[in-house]
């Protein structure tokens, strides 16, 4: 039942949704087209849910309800014609009673018209009256319902219930319910389509004056019909005002005039403020008289105030649109009679003289209008850019087609372009091949000086372009489609701040020279004027570069500024270009140089069964990238025949970055995408490999150095051993043993490190010990084993002139002969008090010492060794580091076997301590 009946409210919902759907605009239209519509809907979800049936079966009467309190009873009622009608045809098991059906839809209809004064469905939603009304409007239906059926059905008929399984009140509240939630929905699109319409009209609005502001007159200007009269006003003298009463009160009068031209103007006449103090009026299919009274009424109304304030004028100028003038000259020619209006003494109107011949917009006009228009523009679309490279090729004389590069994410991307093949526009082209397309030295490029290719040479630009993009032979028909049939190409770069941001390219495909000096001082002139509107994109575009460069180096340096190895630099640069390149999936490749190959080392993103991945010399884009030794983009790896496929490896768009030092390579980084990579991409994947190439030299270095300073410290040990009698390869066993128990204690580098250098010189102060006491093969007595107490502390004082020498390392030689009762040497220390390190080689060291022969004494077995390690623990030894020592002993395999000449052991009891220890 339960399952029904949310299937039955989910029907509902679907109901809302798309009735949801029918409204599109604000304020709502209740045109008869959007009436019929809804009430299909509402006949739709009506039926869909009475043939549904089950526990909330009355839920077929809401879209009904709706439509009666919205409609009236008409459409309620001819929603509820099919759906009786349908009852007549099919059984009972499937639809409510036909007689049910006509009850709920009559008393339904009646009551929704009824309440429809009170239970508007008009912003805002009143909750608190629906809570209420939804009862009111349900429960004299279903009241009457069940009535009905109990009256007709008998004593032993239906119960107080509406729909089998549910009682009167639950019904009733399933239904209120849904009314609410339906109505809520409906009003949140409703009020969606209310907060969209204030925000356009916002984004259309004068904040300060309410008026339309330059971006709507610059939409509403190309609209211009014939007969239409357009009204340019300025006031006089404004700045006068601005600095006698100050800007606040030059505000005030801005309001003020804009305020009185409402006041003045006709009903429907359009009024926008397109300046600082220039306003116009757009006066539609009006007499060139009665445009002239409403122009002086609105002149009028300015210079009678005689509120308070300064007082001001206004000059205007008017100009009729003609049939065969534009809007663009209109406005000029309204432009015209205002300066003429000004020059008059100001405080008058001048109209224009009627334009039957007018001629068309002269190139330079053109030109003038689309970089005003463009200017305007917080977001160009694909017209504003078309009319912007159409002025542009109006301006060059014989140019015939043309093409407009904006540099977006670095990348020059084909914005615009006339008489070429429209797929062309959004391809990008990396700066470099742009860069190799015009030729020329550095500081024509970037100083904006044309350049003119003829005959073979356009060729061999285009050429040259394909090859500094890395573009096999399948993605060039960015440059054939340009190229076809074109004699003479002329290309200026548009330049602002010292970078060059966008290139103009013009062809022709006649004969003779048309591209000569003349016309390339006009380009250059050209590209001077498009420059001032593309500055501040490209400034834009820039500091966000720079600010996403410095994040992620921030971000890689934090990253690397832990790296240890190898491993963890190749991990930590792939994890960052994971992130910091929107990558879907990336793939280091590591240079194998015993086999000359490129193999997949880490991979982020793909499946774990993605088989291992080896590249010969030669073979794939990554030895492309690494023979180019700069970053290589491809748009499109279906399209690319040099792409490796590799299950598991997804389409889309890829970047490769080697890295490589002058005369050594390290690997190459794959970045995977859906989307292209831009030039700032690329110079983020730069950065990240020069990084990683820096910080893996840092590793091997600092790797070397180790090992290095790791020799030393175990050459040193070797000799301390040969003047004592510890046996042959008694450090390199301890140190081993000591590094498997502190990794099973799960110890960190740090303290690996630092084990491992005071194991190597952990007996450095016998160099101290006479050798008549160091070599005695006797007992000690108690003098001698006082001076032999003191070599932990001499060896100690010894190390600490060792650079780089751990304040933990020096610890292991100091405490190493402490026990864990307190009774060992040099300090007395007892239990945690003895530090970590020390606890450890301890166990370690006296395990070797056991199962060493020596002069004087036999080795212990292995058995023997660990039952007395485990009796001295919690006496000598830290009982948690015995554990971990005798979990491993007992997983580790056979101990390599001992022998030669061997020196007492401090802790080896018994031997080597005096009489009375």
């Known amino acids: 039942m339960l399952t029904i009946l949310l299937s039955n409210l989910g029907l509902v919902a679907l109901f809302s949704y798309a009735l949801g759907l029918t409204y599109r605009s604000w304020p709502p239209t209740q045109t008869p087209r959007d009436i019929a519509l809804r009430t299909l809907l509402g006949v739709i979800a009506t039926l869909a849910l009475a043939l549904h049936g089950g526990p909330g079966g009355h839920l077929y009467l ?53 309440l429809s004064p009170h239970l508007r469905l008009d912003l ?88 339309s502001n330059r971006r709507q007159f610059d939409q509403d200007l190309p609209f211009l019909q014939p007969g239409d009269h357009l009204l340019v006003m300025d006031l006089d003298h404004f700045k006068r005002v601005n600095d006698e009463y100050g800007h606040t009160e030059g505000d005030a009068v801005l309001r003020r005039v804009a305020r009185l031209l409402r006041g003045t103007l006709r009903p429907g006449d359009p009024a926008y403020r397109i300046g600082g103090e220039e306003f116009a009026v757009i006066l539609r299919a ?15 109304a300015v210079r009678q105030w005689t509120g308070d304030g300064p007082a001001v004028t206004l000059s205007a100028g008017l100009a009729c649109h003609a049939p065969n003038d534009t809007p663009l000259r209109t406005h000029q020619r309204a432009d015209e009679a205002l300066y003429a209006a000004k020059e008059g003494g100001r405080d008058g109107l001048r109209v224009s003289p009627p334009a039957p011949d007018a001629a068309p917009l002269t190139p330079e006009l053109s030109l003038r209008a689309a970089l005003t228009h463009f200017q305007s523009l917080h977001d160009p679309g694909p017209d504003a850019w078309h009319d912007l490279l159409l002025a542009a090729c109006q301006s060059i004389p014989g140019a015939e087609t043309g093409s407009l590069h904006v540099v977006e ?39 904006g000086h044309p350049r003119v290719l003829r005959g073979y040479a356009i060729g061999a630009a285009a050429r040259a372009a394909s090859a500094a993009a890395f573009q096999p032979a399948s993605e060039r028909t960015h440059w054939k489609a340009r190229l076809e049939g074109v004699t003479e190409t002329l290309g200026v770069p548009v330049t602002a701040d010292g970078h060059v941001i966008a290139y103009l390219n013009f062809d022709r495909s006649g004969p003779g020279v048309v591209f000569g000096a003349a016309t390339q001082e006009v380009a250059v002139g050209l590209a001077a004027q498009v420059a001032p509107p593309l500055a501040p994109r490209a400034r834009r575009e820039r500091e966000a570069q720079r600010t996403r460069e410095l994040e992620a180096l921030v971000q890689i340096s934090a990253a690397l500024r832990d790296a240890r190895t190898s491993g963890d630099v190749t991990h930590a640069i792939n994890s960052m270009a ?27 993103g793909l499946p774990a069964e993605t088989p291992t991945l080896s590249l010969r010399r030669g073979h794939g ?17 279906d399209a690319d025949p040099r792409i490796v496929r590799v299950a598991g490896v997804a389409n889309g768009a890829s970047m490769l970055a080697p890295l490589q030092t002058a005369d050594r390579l390290l690997g190459v980084l794959i970045v995977i995408r859906t989307h292209p990579f831009g030039e700032n991409d690329a110079q983020l994947a730069r950065a990240l490999a020069a990084q990683g190439v820096t910080a893996l030299e840092r590793t091997e270095r600092i790797r070397a150095i180790e090992q290095g300073r790791e020799g030393i410290l175990a050459a040193l ?60 093969p006797g007992p000690l007595n108690a003098d001698e084993w006082a001076v032999m107490r003191q070599h932990a502390q001499a060896g100690e004082e010894l190390a ?55 002069p004087y004494k036999r080795g212990w077995s292995v058995p023997e060794a660990l039952a007395e390690i485990r009796c001295q623990s919690g006496a000598a030894f830290d009982p948690q580091v015995v554990q971990a020592f005798l979990e491993y002993m007992n997983g580790s395999p056979t101990l390599p076997s001992r022998g030669g000449p061997a020196s007492i052991h401090p802790n080896v009891p018994r031997t080597d301590h005096p009489p009375d220890a």
């Not at 609410?180 to 904040?207: I, K, Y």
């Not at 008289?289 to 002086?296: G, I, K």
């Open 717 to 776: 040990g070797r000799a301390l051993e040969a003047r004592d009698f510890e046996t042959r390869g008694h450090t390199t066993r301890v140190l081993n043993l000591t590094l498997q128990v502190a990794r099973r204690m799960n110890l960190s580098p740090d303290q690996l490190e630092a084990l491992r250098d005071g194991a190597y010189l952990h007996d450095l102060g016998k160099v101290q010990v006479p050798d008549a006491v160091l070599l005695k």
């Open 409 to 447: 994410q670095g990348d020059f991307v084909t914005r615009a372009q006339m008489g070429l093949p429209g797929d062309l526009l959004g391809q990008r082209v990396p700066p470099n091949a742009q860069r190799a397309w015009h030729g020329g030295p550095d500081d024509h490029w970037l100083g």
């Open 286 to 300: 009006t007499p060139t008289p009665q445009a002239e009274t409403v122009a002086l009424r609105c002149l009028n």
């Open 62 to 114: 809401i879209p009904l309800a709706l439509l009666a309190l919205r409609y009236g009873p008409l459409p309620s009622a001819l929603g509820a014609t099919p759906v009786i009608l349908t009852g007549l045809l099919l059984p009972d098991s499937m639809l409510p009673g036909t007689r049910d059906l006509l009850l709920d839809s009559v008393t339904l209809t009646v009551l929704g018209t009824l």
């Open 124 to 211: 805002p939603p009143d909750h608190h009256r629906l809570w209420w009304g939804a009862p009111l409007l349900f429960a004299p239906t279903l009241l009457i319902s069940a009535l009905t059926d109990r009256w007709l059905d008998g004593p032993g008929g239906a119960a107080w219930t509406a729909t089998p399984g549910l009682n009167l009140p639950a019904e009733l509240l399933i239904s209120s319910v849904s009314v609410v939630l339906l109505h809520s929905a409906l009003h949140s699109r409703l009020h969606l389509l209310r907060v969209s319409a204030t925000f356009r009209a916002e984004a259309h609005t004068d904040v300060l004056t309410g008026l």
């Open 800 to 854: 600490r002139h060792i650079p780089g020498f751990s304040r933990h390392a020096l610890q292991v030689i100091r405490h190493h002969h402490e026990r864990w009762d307190g009774s060992g040497y040099p300090d007395g220390l007892s239990g945690a008090a003895i530090p970590l390190l020390a606890r450890i080689f301890t166990v370690c060291d006296v395990f070797d010492a056991l199962t060493s022969a020596r």
């Open 621 to 637: 884009l990554s030895w492309a990238a690494v023979t180019a030794r700069d970053v290589i983009r491809v748009n499109n790896m």
């Open 578 to 604: 994971h992130v910091a390149l929107n990558a879907r999936q990336t793939i280091f490749m590591r240079y194998d140089p015993a086999s000359d190959t490129l193999v997949s080392s880490l991979r982020e």
